[in-house]
């Protein structure tokens, strides 16, 4: 087979190729595959601490769409602002935070600069 040069005009990095220079940082997220152990300690809290069901339910919804989906920190503050407006007690935010770090999974993320 005889050789062939490159015939790109730009000769470089593939389309997929990630610029490693672009900088990133690194945001703790909600680890998606301890999502069902996550959910189940959680329940376990509310139940020892006897919570509302059904406030529970909506309380447990919105943790876990924002710890997924925004960070680890965005569900924390989240949290404490429950606890500052009287709709958790102090013992379930403590245990609600200790759950969030210990589901944790750090994600590299771009910012886009």
Do not use: H, W
């Not at 999502?35 to 139940?47: A, G, I, K, T």
Request: charged content about 30%.
């Amino acid at each position: 087979m005889a050789y062939r040069p490159n015939r790109n005009n730009r000769a470089g990095k593939p389309k997929n190729y990630r610029d490693r220079d672009a900088p990133s940082t690194r945001v703790g997220m909600l680890n998606q595959r301890r999502m069902n152990e996550f959910r189940y300690d959680v329940r376990e809290l509310f139940v020892e601490n006897q919570m509302d069901p059904d406030l529970a339910t909506t309380f447990l919804a919105s943790i876990m769409a924002k710890a997924s989906r925004a960070s680890i920190r965005d569900a924390k503050d989240f949290v404490r602002d429950q606890e500052d407006a009287a709709i958790i007690t102090k013992q379930v935010a403590d245990g609600i935070c200790y759950l969030l770090d210990r589901y944790t999974k750090y994600q590299s993320q771009q910012t886009g600069e």
